[in-house]
């Protein structure tokens, strides 16, 4: 009658780092399909998702993340 949820593995994005805050979030998402960091922060506020930028600006993407 109910099937199981698909396994985490069909899962685009992986959490590699959450914080939790008095009233918020703050986590990094990688997406496992283009390897980009994101930095997703939630309070009651509002929702933010915004690519990770390294020191010089550019765009943090992690080749090992890559699903093959």
Known sequence: ???KK???KDKRFKETAVQTYQYGLV????????GVH???TWAPQGVTL????????DVV????ALET
Not at 61 to 64: A, L, R
Request: no cysteine; glycine share 4%; aromatic share 6%.
């Open 27 to 34: 986590m990094v998402l990688i997406d496992k399909v283009t």
């Open 50 to 57: 915004t690519p990770l930028l390294d020191e010089h600006g």
């Open 38 to 40: 994101y930095l997703h």
């Open 1 to 3: 009658m109910f099937k």
């Open 6 to 8: 698909q396994e985490s």
């Open 61 to 64: 993407i992690d080749k090992n």
